[in-house]
C-alpha cells in the first residue's frame, strides 16, 4: 500500500512541475526531457507515470481545475452564505483564479487553436470542462430565486450572460495581455445587482 501512496505522490509532483514547464516553454517546447528535468527524474522514469506529453498536459490542467473546484464547493457549502453572497463569491474566485493562471491561458489557447487545425471540435473540448461551473452557476441562481433573492430570470440565459463575462476574461488574458480583470470584476457584480429581488 505505501507504494501506490509513494506513486501517486510522485505523479501529483510530476503534473504540478510540469503545469510550470508548459507555463514558460509553451505547449509546442516543452518536451518530455524539460519536464523529467524539471522533476529530476529520467525520461524513463516519466514514462512510469505519463504515455505522453499531451497525457500529461491533460493532467496538469485537471490538476489545476480541481484546485479550483474545491475552492468552489467550499462555497457551496458554506451555510453562512446567501444565494447573492454565494454567486459573488464564485464569481470572484474564477475571475481570480484567471488572474492567477494567466499564462497558463496563453497556453491554454494556442493548444486549442493546434486541435482546431487539426480537427478536433474544441468546443465540445472546453464545454466538457467547464459543465460543472455551468451547473454550479444554474444552481445558484436557481436557489436565489426560490428564495426570494433574485427576480424571476430566465436562468438559462442568466448563466449565459455571466459565463459569457468570463469567457471575456479569459479572453481579456490570453489574447489581449491584460493584467488586471478589475473591469471584469465590475461587471460581473453589476450583472449581480440587475439579478437581485
Request: proline content about 0%.
Amino acid at each position: 500500500m505505501a507504494i501506490v501512496v509513494e506513486h501517486d505522490k510522485r505523479k501529483q509532483e510530476i503534473l504540478q512541475k510540469s503545469l510550470d514547464v508548459f507555463i514558460e516553454e509553451g505547449y509546442e517546447d516543452a518536451t518530455f526531457q524539460k519536464i523529467a528535468d524539471r522533476c529530476g527524474i529520467t525520461r524513463t522514469t516519466l514514462y512510469i507515470y505519463f504515455k505522453n506529453k499531451h497525457e500529461i498536459f491533460l493532467g496538469s490542467i485537471k490538476e489545476l481545475l480541481s484546485e479550483v473546484e474545491i475552492a468552489l464547493k467550499a462555497i457551496m457549502t458554506d451555510s453562512n452564505l446567501n444565494s447573492e453572497q454565494a454567486l459573488r463569491k464564485v464569481l470572484e474566485t474564477l475571475t481570480d483564479a484567471c488572474e492567477h493562471n494567466k499564462k497558463l491561458f496563453s497556453v491554454l489557447l494556442n493548444y486549442l487553436i493546434q486541435l482546431k487545425k487539426s480537427g478536433v471540435d474544441t468546443s465540445e473540448r472546453v464545454r466538457r470542462r467547464v459543465i460543472r461551473v455551468r451547473h454550479l452557476l444554474s444552481t445558484i441562481l436557481i436557489k436565489g430565486i426560490q428564495t426570494g433573492e433574485f427576480k424571476e430570470l430566465n436562468v438559462k440565459d442568466a448563466n449565459e450572460t455571466l459565463y459569457g463575462l468570463m469567457e471575456s476574461a479569459i479572453f481579456r488574458i490570453a489574447v489581449l495581455n491584460q493584467d488586471n480583470l478589475a473591469d471584469i470584476k465590475a461587471a460581473l457584480n453589476t450583472t449581480v445587482d440587475l439579478y437581485k429581488a
